[in-house]
């Protein structure tokens, strides 16, 4: 039985059905949408980026299937890192959690980096770094105050994104079809040539490959949902429901929002986002406004995608300072940090996260471009691992339910493709990991800055994994051995 004290360093369930439905919207419908789409459609052309949104959305499809049978039947605030700790070996569990939360921490940062940037689509000369504290306090306080509250916060946020991706999706059909703005582009835009590359395919195989990580950073958010289980109410049906809708219509508007660019905007456009970030105020959305003839539709376009970058980071915030006190809670991380207030908050997790995302200031030293940049790359990778851990844990998790005698009718979520959805997760994963940034071996002049801030996160992780193993000397955890059993103490 669970005494007082204990009860009051718990998370507290508040989180309702809708809450959750626009919490994982307003994790992965951010800068990934608003901005790195255009990077992805200047790196592979239309037909290249379509196809990698589109293998990445089957990816997310199978994980988050994955992630709903164990959710459903374990709704604990740690999510898959407790899940590898029970499932496959405590070292994988203390990896993917420190890691996650890493990955979150700076993804937050990120998005207050752009959320600077784009104040200077009308202030040409402001400082950025004023910006962003100001964008780091108010996140800070919307997470400050319950679960509930941050709930509330990113309904409203995402419910803005919704509506405004809609009337991007209804205006670009009507430009595309002539109806609106100049002439219709007709398919002018999916094979016109420039530098060197035709589309609808620019780049090939590789190109492709490079775009799988942009197209991951996108997705990143959809696992929102398994962390918020831990504060749900009624996790055994919400969690199904949010999991099932979610996907769908994140999948609706990356495929579409990356068709309409297409057909509007040439691969080859100056404007459009590249790896350099010469303008990120300028997304893809803002040009295609802009096209329409439209000027006052171009800057509100521009505030509204400063709103869904602050959503994300809220999101972001939020979701990292829970993996942090889980990993406290389990003693993989100071104890001080699973302190939780009279609202249920993990302050002292907050206050941890919020510091690392503070990085996004280093901006004004290290310049704009180059900062987002590595922030950029470094949260799409660390991303990665963590759909890497949720493939490997549901496929284990199976194996164990099933070595234990146990009826996969009494489910009370089963995930579609088992065994071979895990599988193909856990496949392509390590390609993308591996693969996604061997255009830096191809460069005609080799970049030490470019090697290391794409690929340093891969050799961290299997550090940590190593050492905690090492350190603890665990196992990989036999499937008799599983633990099943929900206690309660997250209720």
């Given at each position: 039985m669970t005494s007082k004290k204990e009860q009051k360093n718990e998370l507290k369930r508040t989180l309702t059905a809708r809450h959750m439905n626009m919490i994982a919207i307003g994790g992965s419908v951010g800068t990934g949408l608003f901005f790195a789409s255009g990077s992805a459609i200047s790196t592979a052309g239309p037909g290249g980026a379509l196809l990698a949104y589109i293998i990445t959305g089957i990816l997310v499809y199978v994980l988050m299937m994955s992630l709903g049978e164990m959710s459903t039947?374990?709704?604990?605030?740690?999510?898959?890192?407790?899940?590898?700790?029970?499932?496959v070996d405590p070292a994988l569990g203390f990896t993917l959690g420190w890691n996650y939360w890493?990955?979150?921490?700076?993804?937050?940062?990120?998005?207050?980096?752009?959320?600077?940037?784009?104040?200077?689509?009308w202030f040409p000369h402001?400082?950025?770094?004023?910006?962003?504290?100001?964008?780091?306090?108010?996140?800070?306080?919307?997470?400050?105050?319950?679960?509930?509250?941050?709930?509330e916060s990113e309904y409203w946020f995402s419910s803005i994104k919704v509506v405004t991706i809609i009337i991007f999706i209804i205006v670009g059909v009507l430009?595309?079809?002539?109806?609106?703005?100049?002439?219709?582009?007709?398919f002018k835009n999916w094979v016109i040539s420039g530098n060197g590359s035709r589309a609808p395919f620019v780049g090939g195989i590789a190109a492709i490959i490079n775009v799988f990580l942009v197209a991951g950073f996108s997705f990143s958010g959809t696992e929102i949902v398994g962390l918020?289980?831990?504060?749900?109410e009624n996790p055994e049906e919400n969690v199904p429901k949010a999991i099932k809708s979610v996907f769908w219509r994140i999948l609706l508007f990356y495929i579409c929002a990356i068709i309409i660019i297409g057909f509007l905007v040439p691969f080859n456009d100056k404007n459009l986002l590249k790896s350099g970030v010469n303008n990120i105020a300028y997304s893809p959305f803002t040009m295609v406004f802009a096209k329409c003839g439209i000027a006052f539709a171009a800057s509100a376009m521009n505030a509204v995608i400063l709103t869904s970058v602050l959503s994300c980071g809220n999101s972001g915030l939020y979701v990292s300072s829970r993996m942090l006190y889980s990993l406290a809670k389990e003693g993989k991380a100071p104890k001080f940090l699973a302190k939780v207030n009279k609202q249920g908050v993990p302050m002292n997790a907050l206050y941890a996260t919020t510091l690392v995302a503070s990085s996004a200031f280093l901006s004004s030293l290290i310049g704009e471009g180059k900062i987002?940049?590595?922030?950029?790359?470094?949260?799409?990778?660390?991303?990665?691992?963590?759909?890497?851990?949720?493939?490997?844990?549901?496929?284990?998790?199976?194996?164990?339910?099933?070595?234990?005698?146990?009826?996969?009718?009494?489910?009370?979520?089963?995930?579609?493709?088992?065994?071979?959805?895990?599988?193909?997760?856990?496949?392509?994963?390590?390609?993308?990991?591996?693969?996604?940034?061997?255009?830096?071996?191809?460069?005609?002049?080799f970049s030490w800055f470019d090697f290391i801030s794409n690929y340093i996160c891969i050799p961290i992780f299997i550090a940590l994994y190593i050492a905690y193993k090492y350190i603890k000397k665990t196992k990989l955890v036999p499937l008799e051995e599983c633990d099943f059993e929900y206690n309660g103490k997250d209720k």
């Open positions: 039947l374990l709704p604990i605030s740690g999510s898959f890192e407790t899940y590898a700790t029970r499932f890493f990955s979150w921490s700076i993804c937050v940062a990120s998005e207050l980096v752009a959320g600077s940037l784009i104040v200077k689509f402001t400082n950025t770094t004023i910006w962003s504290i100001g964008f780091l306090l108010v996140i800070f306080i919307l997470n400050i105050l319950s679960a509930k509250a941050y709930g430009m595309i079809f002539g109806i609106m703005g100049n002439d219709s582009p007709g918020a289980a831990g504060e749900t987002y940049y590595v922030l950029y790359n470094a949260s799409g990778i660390t991303a990665l691992f963590a759909w890497l851990g949720i493939g490997i844990c549901h496929y284990r998790f199976r194996k164990a339910y099933v070595a234990q005698g146990r009826d996969l009718k009494d489910l009370k979520f089963k995930a579609k493709f088992y065994p071979y959805g895990p599988i193909m997760a856990i496949v392509l994963c390590v390609v993308i990991i591996f693969g996604a940034n061997i255009w830096i071996f191809q460069a005609p002049k």
